[in-house]
């Protein structure tokens, strides 16, 4: 359904708001809560009858899994931004369903929840940035035409800087690839583009996909690493995958910095025509700067010109919280490992209205996620006897913040990561109908991935190429936070092929959907959406992750893949 358009005070508390509140608190008044959804919001929106035993009914349910998208994605929830109201009633909602399903919580102190501390960062309206070269100053409107926030955790960050022009901002010695080459940016105010040098080649750059160089998490961590005091990336379309209004927003979360971690006064972006303004000042042009960057042999070009900013910015504690139940194996050894189970729970909250609503639902980016997760949950309990393995169901905080949930439980595990055996994360499902193909980035890199091809086939479902790998797809949601722990992992979405539907159906519902209300407050519950294809992957899911904790052996990453030393790593402990 369309919600009905209304402001929201970003700003207004709760009196049982998690940042106002020590985490025992949290925990206790969650607990309480709890016990009032389990009889109210599971029961109507599950459809479970009896709170007090696990389910029997085996059967899956896309009208459980609608009802639950429709609850998460309601005004009621404000959008569910991390260390808000929204997330209180998400997270315990959840916690509700999973101790409905018969989950034991493996949070703290015998509750679902795993507090996730992090600091909230506004960076204010009024902060400032321009560029001067000689006499001439181009002043840069703040959300027009640049945003981003200060990684430094402090209330102020002032700089004024050279400008070097660093291209993409890559050292890949795998790829023969060093913009920094002969360059020390120390001080300086970096200036690129996101993404990577195109490339047909898979040896080089994997091709037409994306690798981790080519986001724009690696470009800050590059900057922050090399001393650099700003990183200004410069956006287009072309080179992010999505339109400016997607990284407009001035608020975000962090987890705390470690004690000497590198961290930039601002890591920011500029509008592609702030970005032509600035390149002006040395005679190029986004257009023709993006073309330097794209060529082997490139060399870092100093702009001529000094950046100036002034980046004023609220910062507040908070602790969020991962979801976490488990359903222990039947092995008495085995039981000790476990596959996973993910999907965030999280969305934008409230920010700048958009055709007259300002609350951001995220209906499909990702209540559709955590109603599968739930599905899930409720499935694998039902099951008899269990698998050999124990089985983790995650729903993570903070994914749209940088995957901060995933990361924080990546460092805290319920289950050490060198036992947890695979991690299938599901994550903005468009819901289309009944697929006969899937995607499932990633999955060929892991030695699991026969058992998928095995099931993928008995369930009559092709894998096909992910269409936006380009776009750094696997890079960005939680599955990569584990992956780059150790831990095989990868997403299981719909492909573009859809039953009774024609080839182009998929392919341009999604396209459509990424273009007009990714990230918008327009992502809300449809009443055209089609949970029925919903069954066919929670069921293709669980194929996999059964035969995956009933194996004799655990899965790692093929040799070669860039994240195989850390799973040798994380097995040696």
């Avoid at 970003?10 to 709890?34: F, V």
């Avoid at 399903?101 to 204010?124: D, H, K, N, S, W």
């Avoid at 940035?129 to 703040?142: H, M, P, Q, V, Y």
């Avoid at 903005?428 to 006969?436: A, D, F, N």
């Amino acid at each position: 359904m369309t919600s009905r358009p209304r402001a929201i005070d970003p700003n207004a508390r709760n009196p049982h708001h998690p940042e106002e509140t020590d985490s025992g608190d949290i925990q206790r008044k969650s607990t309480m809560r709890l016990s009032f959804l389990v009889s109210a919001a599971v029961v109507t929106a599950v459809g479970v009858s009896n709170a007090a035993e696990p389910p029997s009914d085996a059967s899956l349910s896309a009208d459980r899994m609608r009802a639950g998208v429709t609850y998460l994605a309601s005004d009621r929830l404000e959008g569910r931004g991390p260390g808000t109201r929204g997330e209180e009633l998400a997270t315990e909602y959840i916690a509700a369903a999973f101790k409905q399903a018969g989950l034991a919580p493996m949070g703290r102190r015998g509750t679902f929840f795993q507090p996730v501390p992090l600091i909230r960062i506004t960076t204010e309206p009024t902060a400032t940035l321009n560029a001067k070269i000689g006499e001439s100053t181009i002043d840069f409107r703040c959300v027009d035409e640049f945003a981003g926030m200060s990684q430094t955790e402090q209330p102020l960050e002032e700089f004024d800087a050279d400008a070097i022009f660093m291209g993409h901002g890559i050292t890949a010695p795998e790829f023969d690839w060093d913009d920094y080459k002969d360059v020390d940016v120390k001080g300086k105010v970096v200036v690129l583009f996101t993404n990577e040098p195109p490339s047909d080649d898979p040896k080089f750059f994997a091709g037409k996909a994306l690798t981790y160089y080519g986001r724009w998490t690696f470009k800050f961590e590059e900057a922050a690493r090399r001393g650099a005091k700003a990183c200004l990336i410069i956006h287009t379309t072309e080179t992010a995958g999505y339109p400016f209004s997607v990284v407009q927003r001035l608020d975000g979360a962090q987890l705390k910095r470690k004690p000497g971690e590198p961290a930039l006064a601002f890591a920011g972006w500029l509008s592609q025509k702030a970005g032509e303004k600035l390149l002006a000042l040395s005679g190029r042009t986004v257009d023709g700067a993006l073309k330097e960057a794209n060529t082997r042999g490139f060399k870092a070009v100093p702009l001529g010109a000094r950046i100036k900013g002034r980046i004023p910015t609220k910062l507040e504690n908070i602790v969020s919280k991962n979801v976490i139940g488990m359903i222990e194996g039947s092995d008495p050894n085995l039981k000790a490992e476990a596959v996973a189970f993910t999907a965030h729970w999280d969305h934008l909250g409230v920010g700048r209205a958009v055709l007259g609503d300002n609350i951001y639902h995220g209906a499909a980016d990702n209540g559709t996620g955590c109603a599968i997760l739930m599905e899930m949950a409720r499935a694998w309990s039902a099951q008899s006897p269990q698998p050999k393995r124990s089985a983790l169901f995650i729903a993570t905080t903070a994914e749209e913040k940088g995957l901060l949930g995933a990361m924080y439980y990546a460092d805290h595990p319920v289950i050490p990561l060198g036992k947890t055996a695979l991690d299938l994360n599901f994550d903005m499902i468009l819901p289309l109908g009944v697929p006969e193909s899937v995607v499932l980035n990633g999955a060929e890199r892991t030695t699991a991935y026969p058992i998928v091809k095995t099931w993928a086939q008995k369930r009559h479902l092709d894998i096909e190429p992910d269409p936006r790998a380009s776009e750094g797809t696997f890079y960005r949601s939680d599955h990569f936070a584990l992956a780059r722990a150790g831990v095989p992992a990868f997403s299981v979405s719909a492909g573009e092929r859809i039953k009774g539907k024609s080839a182009a159906f998929g392919r341009q519902a999604i396209k459509e959907f990424v273009a007009k209300t990714y990230h918008s407050p327009q992502d809300t519950i449809r009443p055209d959406w089609d949970f029925s294809g919903f069954v066919t992957l929670v069921q293709f899911a669980q194929d996999v992750a059964r035969e995956v904790a009933n194996a004799d052996e655990l899965p790692t990453w093929v040799e070669g893949d860039e994240f195989r030393p850390a799973r040798l790593r994380s097995q040696a402990k």
